[in-house]
């Protein structure tokens, strides 16, 4: 699977160890930055970068996901989520980790650096990235209507 990984300064070495980490798993590690630490970065364009090309690639047909990572992943995951097409959650454990991707075809996995051991970002987002979505009616129905709402600003009931 190719995953599309960007942080902030406060996520770099959980960033720098992931793209280690889950490239020798077999996974296409592609990082949209920084590339060297500036504690007074601005995350927004890194974030939304890597969000765009999860959904290119989802696009045309690529298998492909997303990691956002800084202290919190508050903020990240709000870049995240400006992206047409992209569902970020925000995940604080294994289990969310998995329902994100079960119940909301989440495609973007947004967790904050500062949060977490290196081992347990690890756990949640190996969690996010192995999980797939149930494709259950009810599920498929409310992310329908979350699209629909993006595309036309149109609320269904």
């Known amino acids: ?6 942080t902030d300064h406060a996520g770099l070495e959980l960033s720098a160890h992931l793209i280690r ?3 020798a ?9 920084p590339q060297s630490y500036d504690a007074q970065d601005d995350y927004p364009a890194f974030c939304i970068n890597a969000a765009a090309a999860v959904v290119v690639d989802q696009q045309s047909g690529v298998e492909a ?3 956002v990572l800084g202290g919190s ?9 400006k ?13 969310t980790a998995r329902l994100a991707r079960e119940h909301n075809d989440a495609n973007v996995v947004a ?7 290196l081992a347990e970002a690890t756990e949640i987002i190996e969690a996010f990235l192995a999980a ?12 329908g209507k979350i699209a629909h709402f993006e595309q036309t600003r149109e609320v269904l009931a």
């Open 25 to 33: 798993k077999g996974h296409e590690m592609v990082d949209h930055g």
């Open 83 to 95: 992206v047409r097409g992209i569902r970020a959650a925000l995940a604080w454990n294994q289990d």
């Open 1 to 6: 699977m190719r995953v599309h990984i960007a």
């Open 132 to 143: 797939e979505f149930s494709g259950e009616e009810r599920h498929v129905r409310r992310i």
């Open 65 to 67: 996901l997303g990691i």
């Open 111 to 117: 967790v904050g650096g500062r949060q977490h051991s």
């Open 21 to 23: 980490h889950l490239g």
């Open 73 to 81: 992943g508050n903020g990240e995951q709000i870049a995240a989520n």
